[in-house]
């Protein structure tokens, strides 16, 4: 038997909708209080809105204006 999970791009915290928790989720991490584990290569595709292989500010700005626009990721 195999679990598998399957998240949208942005699902920061894999709550199954790209929104603003997601942003504080990311926001947290970058602001270095959150507990986003960077470390799972899942979790780190997933914050990486930009894919640009780095987890940034640029992201979060990506990701808000996703949100905040009602748009798609990908």
Excluded: H
Aim: with cysteine; hydrophobic share 40%; glycine share 6%.
């Amino acid at each position: 038997t195999y679990n598998i999970e399957i998240c949208a791009l942005g699902d920061v915290n894999k709550d199954g909708s790209v929104d603003a928790l997601d942003m504080q989720c990311l926001y947290e991490y970058l602001a270095g209080t959150g507990t986003l584990n960077v470390s799972n290569a899942y979790i780190n595709t997933l914050a990486d809105v930009n894919k640009d292989k780095t987890i940034d500010i640029y992201d979060l700005q990506r990701l808000y204006e996703a949100v905040s626009l009602g748009l798609t990721l990908s």
